[in-house]
């Protein structure tokens, strides 16, 4: 059975406990084109404890608590919107051996349902989260079963992956912390265990992982965060015709050669019969309904 | 908002918990539907990018697919004249983990259980679909055993490439460069007139050998595709064309072909390069999971659906419709196939004419290309692809120096559109 606690969030009790978070920077743009996301605040009391971020572009970040003398130590992890993160959070940290930690992943409930991954678009804070540690009532060292943080904000986007590249069995703990060898210690910190793949045994391939040693520096971001995905399909005849005009003029008919886009393009009729050659042959495959059609869905691009 | 102080708070909280331990919440995990595309190709590749493009956050999308980085076939027949590498035409899959948040997974898909939708990779693992994708091109079916490291087919673009591109490059005047032309349907319906053309005038214009000849072999009644432009070519390059061959072995220790023709029986070539490309067949995948009618995939291409089991969807050159098998409209397709799942997906009726469209440039020489096109339709009557018939299809392009420089403009933005 998996432990559960039920924790109200609301901006008052955001200020019984912090006082001001940071975070929600707005994007900043790089050479014109590539956007830094910005970055948001997760909060909570532990009782003295490293918080991790596992998401599932490969990247880390992580942070410890903060000892205010109580049995509450704030915390403030700072993560981009919009990516899909894990956390764990691990207690007994301050023992040199990583077999001695208490090492709790941590799920979410919202709206009567359950994720493994956390995405925010704002702040948000966990309330306090009653974790095992040494000097409470009972506890033991290494890996626990996921303990579920209610959040009552029914606005936190989370979600399960049933194909859950890092959490391959499923069961709620992360790859990196299963011991694959049976040897007692977890692949993280486990010297023997290694897959050449994946150097950070996270479950993302080195080469897709955009911080393959969790060293919480990103490898390369030349690529990452450029194209914000949608939440849902809606249907768009126009777009499904329009796409069969990219493998020429490309996605969303911005093109990357000499040959037109044709995003925003007017007159895409007349335009189509204009150019001789394979456009003018194209272009007899359609009719004046479908060109126009495409018209509208490329006027928006 | 009702504002509550701490000592409230503390009390909800434990009320919450007896509530909890009295009547547990059934909780259910939020579980998004799980699409896995197996093939990393012009199709498999389109599919996830328009999938996750127009279905975003709403699904979880893995490719599985042997190899981390995907080589071309299309200008591949440029590496055998030296105007493009094979690094040219590699393409790795970061656009699709990094922008498009898709699961790489780079291991080979070894069995298909269709009544639970679970797949079995070669290490064991296991992975579960809602829908399945499969973009997993084509298989040879060879006459006899022999070694294709001696006998290259160069139709699937990487080593092979290479391999066929040394031993042109061992070649001396008068050497014979001995092809076939595999029984049609095969993937490319242009490439190997195209390939028969660019090593004749490589041959010929580039290493200046007045006595070498191409010979090409075609298991078809005569040139399937451009009729004009490869007759025109094959003869002033002076190749020798025989259709309606049969090939009964192919012996590797001597490079020799044996084969029949209409006329005659057991005719023999022995050649210093000897270049089969043998007849094909859907990837063995297909087989293995039933999911053929004969030796290619039965698919409604209304969304590309198997026509034996639910849920399995099959584009590119697998596929048995009567388009073309080929990357530009393996791409075509593939846009079809993600816009019909995520519309079952949503309960929405499918779009009840969809189009594909074929476009292919072919180099001639070093400095010539030709191109083919056709725009295809669905027919709900045969529940199949037809030709447009406003357009008469298909058309094609003489060869110019314009059009070679087009071809670069037309690939850069397939390939872009595939992955990137």
């Known amino acids: ?301 | 908002m009702k504002t509550i102080n701490r000592r409230e708070f503390c009390k909800l909280l434990s009320m919450s918990a007896v509530a909890y331990l009295i009547a547990p919440i059934s909780v259910k995990a939020v579980n998004i539907p799980e699409i896995v595309v197996v093939g990393g190709g012009f199709s498999g590749s389109t599919c996830a990018k328009y999938l996750k493009l127009w279905g975003g956050d709403s699904i979880n999308v893995t490719i599985i697919e042997s190899n981390a980085n995907y080589i071309s076939p299309i200008l591949s027949n440029l590496v055998l004249n030296g105007k493009k590498t094979i690094a040219d035409l590699t393409f790795n899959y970061l656009a699709h983990s990094n922008n498009y948040k898709i699961n790489m997974i780079h291991k080979t898909l070894q069995s298909i259980d269709k009544t639970n939708r679970v797949l079995t990779l070669d290490d064991s693992s296991i992975l579960k679909y809602d829908y399945l994708v499969l973009a997993t091109g084509i298989d040879f079916t060879l006459v006899n055993d022999y070694d294709t490291n001696i006998i290259p087919h160069a139709w699937i673009a990487g080593e092979q490439t290479n391999l066929l591109k040394e031993q042109i490059e061992t070649m001396v005047d008068g050497d014979d460069f001995v092809m076939s032309i595999p029984k049609s349907p095969y993937r490319c319906p242009p490439g190997p007139y195209e390939r028969a053309c660019i090593v004749a005038d490589y041959l010929k214009n580039i290493k200046g050998f007045l006595n070498s000849k191409v010979i090409v072999l075609d298991a078809n009644a005569d040139i399937i595709v451009e009729k004009d432009t490869f007759s025109n070519a094959f003869i002033s390059y002076g190749i020798e064309y025989i259709p309606n061959v049969t090939i009964t072995a192919v012996t590797g220790d001597t490079k020799t072909v044996t084969y029949n023709t209409l006329l005659n029986s057991n005719n023999q070539k022995t050649a210093k390069v000897l270049n089969i490309i043998p007849d094909q067949k859907s990837s063995k995948i297909i087989f293995d999971a039933e999911l053929n009618n004969g030796n290619w995939a039965s698919v409604d291409p209304i969304s590309y659906e198997s026509t034996i089991a639910n849920g399995i969807y099959l584009i590119g050159d697998s596929q048995g419709t009567i388009q073309p098998k080929a990357g530009h409209i393996g791409n075509s397709e593939a846009k079809v196939c993600a816009d019909a799942i995520l519309r079952t997906m949503n309960g929405l009726a499918l779009y009840t004419n969809p189009k594909t469209n074929s476009a292919c440039y072919s180099p001639i020489s070093t400095t010539q290309a030709s191109w083919l096109t056709a725009v295809y339709e669905y027919d709900s009557s045969i529940k199949n692809m037809k030709l447009v018939s406003s357009g008469n299809y298909p058309k094609s392009g003489a060869p110019s120096t314009s059009n070679y420089r087009d071809m670069f403009s037309w690939s850069t933005n397939l390939f872009q559109d595939t992955f990137l």
């Open chain 1, 1 to 301: 059975m998996k432990k559960r606690i039920m924790i109200s969030l609301t901006s008052l009790l955001a200020g019984i406990f912090f006082v001001g978070c940071g975070g929600g920077d707005s994007s900043t743009l790089v050479d014109g084109e590539e956007t830094i996301p910005s970055t948001y605040t997760i909060s909570g009391t532990v009782p003295g404890t490293i918080i991790e971020a596992y998401c599932s572009d490969g990247s880390y970040y992580s942070t410890t608590s903060n000892d205010n003398g109580t049995t509450k130590h704030p915390f403030f992890l700072l993560i981009p919107e919009n990516r899909d993160c894990k956390l764990v959070m691990i207690t007994n940290e301050t023992d040199s051996n990583p077999a001695n930690w208490i090492i709790t992943p941590i799920e979410f409930e919202v709206n009567s349902s359950l994720g493994t991954y956390l995405s925010i678009d704002k702040d948000i804070d966990l309330g306090n989260v009653p974790l095992e540690t040494p000097g409470a009532n009972s506890w033991t060292s290494g890996v626990k079963t996921p303990l579920t943080i209610t959040l009552s904000d029914k606005k936190v986007h989370i979600k399960s992956l049933r194909n859950d590249p890092m959490d391959t069995d499923n069961d709620g703990i992360p790859n990196t912390y299963e011991d694959d060898d049976n040897d007692g210690n977890v692949n993280k910190y486990d010297a023997d265990s290694h897959n050449d793949n994946d150097s950070d045994h996270d479950g993302i391939e080195d080469i897709y992982d955009t911080d393959d040693d969790n060293d919480g520096v990103m490898d390369n971001t030349s690529n990452t965060g450029t194209i914000t995905l949608t939440t849902n399909f809606t249907l768009n005849d126009g777009r499904l015709l329009g796409s069969q005009c990219a493998q020429c003029h490309g996605t969303n008919g911005r093109s990357s050669s000499n040959w037109d886009s044709i995003a925003r393009e007017d007159g895409l009729y007349h335009e189509m019969r204009e150019d001789g050659g394979i456009m003018y042959e194209q272009a007899l495959g359609y009719t004046q309904n479908e060109v126009s059609t495409i018209e509208t869905w490329l006027n928006n691009q």
